[in-house]
């Protein structure tokens, strides 16, 4: 039973692997990003948004 449910279970992983990268590339034929978003800067500071250091305990 375990069995069959597993194989089931790898059949649809394998699917949506399947449809995802088909879908990335019908957008790289279309030329669109793929990604996130893009980060953010501010004139003030060009190499964008400080991050905070890490305070040691």
Not at 17 to 36: D, F, P, S
Not at 38 to 51: A, K
Request: net charge positive; glycine share 8%; proline share 7%.
């Amino acid at each position: 039973m375990f069995t069959v449910v597993a194989a089931v279970a790898r059949m649809e992983r394998d699917l949506i692997a399947e449809h995802t990268q088909a879908a990335m590339e019908a957008k790289r034929r279309r030329g669109e990003k793929i990604g996130g978003r893009e980060p953010t800067t501010f004139p003030s500071r060009p190499h964008g948004p400080c991050r905070r250091s890490r305070r040691e305990t």
